[in-house]
């Protein structure tokens, strides 16, 4: 579900994602500095409620603000950043981040929304990361219930057991687990029942085609359909339109992620969307 947006401005980053050891120790070493001089920012994206309209959550999705190259999107340093390994450190940052912001909105009364930040392969396997999770709640305040990780399929079907038992811990400190992509990846339906997730993210690349694809549109329906029998939540990412919305409402998709609603926004922008928005219904 990532694309690239195309500009030239990108190069340095997208030939080094290719390319040799010392470019990507070039990057790596940017990435440190960046992590130093807080040069990474959050956008967050309106997650809306299909029934009542209203924003009842947000994903945090990273940019990088690079002095010289403008908004860097992820998709030119992410995978760099999980190979090198500078996603841990990143997705430390992520994690506090988003959990500080969204205590903030909290106390400043906006609505008690939740805040869904993105867990990569590396960071999942990372043994400290429930001390990591421990210490952004502690640090920032923040009820552990406002706070939802996603992961992709592909992360927690790598090793069923082990998988199992880290979710049960993160699920039992009293934060919920989405399901990314979900679609793209490989899921063991019989294993699905066996994990402590609370939602499904349905891809994009499903919803794309919802209305013209006859296939696509079965699919959607079965993945709505076994969300309500496994009493999961089901949300649609990549919603674009007027119709897409309209026929996932009928179909009681529970909410919807996409540009129909809202870009990922600034952490200023998107608070004055969730008050002209909840406001209105
Ligand atoms: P994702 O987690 O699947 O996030 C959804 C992506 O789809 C976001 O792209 C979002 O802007 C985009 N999107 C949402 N609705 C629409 C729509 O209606 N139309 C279109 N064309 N796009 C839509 P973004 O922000 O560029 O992020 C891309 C990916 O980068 C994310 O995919 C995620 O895999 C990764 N990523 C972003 N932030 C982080 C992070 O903090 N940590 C990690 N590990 N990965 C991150
Ligand atoms: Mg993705
Ligand atoms: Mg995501
Ligand atoms: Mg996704």
């Known amino acids: 579900s990532v694309k690239a947006d195309g500009g030239n401005n990108y190069q340095f980053f997208k030939a080094s994602t290719q390319s040799s050891a010392i470019n990507r120790l070039n990057m790596e070493s940017e990435m440190r500095k960046a992590i130093e001089r807080g040069e990474f920012v959050l956008h967050y994206q309106p997650q809306i409620n299909a029934t009542s309209g209203h924003v009842v959550g947000m994903e945090a999705l990273i940019r990088w603000q690079h002095p010289e190259r403008g908004m860097i999107p992820p998709y030119h340093f992410i995978s760099v950043a999980e190979e090198t390994g500078m996603i841990v450190p990143i997705g430390e940052w992520v994690m506090y981040e988003a959990c500080r912001q969204n205590k903030a909105w909290h106390d400043a009364g906006l609505a008690e929304l939740k805040v869904a930040v993105n867990l990569s392969a590396r960071q999942f396997s990372d043994r400290k990361l429930l001390d990591k999770v421990r210490h952004a709640l502690k640090q920032s305040g923040l ?26 811990e993160i699920a039992s400190m009293g934060l919920s687990l989405a399901i990314d992509d979900f679609g793209t990846g490989y899921s063991s339906l019989n294993y699905l029942k066996r994990f402590p997730i609370d939602k499904l993210k349905i891809d994009k690349s499903f919803i794309d085609d919802v209305i013209s694809s006859e296939d696509d549109g079965k699919i959607v329906e079965a993945i709505i359909g076994l969300s309500h029998n496994l009493k999961l939540n089901v949300i649609c990412e990549g919603v674009e339109d007027a119709e897409q919305f309209a026929w996932l409402q009928e179909r009681q998709c529970n909410e919807i992620q996409g540009y129909y609603f809202s870009k990922p926004l600034p952490a200023d922008e998107f608070e004055a969307f969730v008050r002209s928005r909840n406001a209105i219904f």
Do not use: G, H
Request: charged share 25%.
């Open 143 to 168: 009820n552990p219930a406002f706070l939802e990780l996603e992961i992709t399929e592909s992360v927690i079907m790598k090793d069923i057991e082990a998988t199992i038992a880290l979710l049960e």
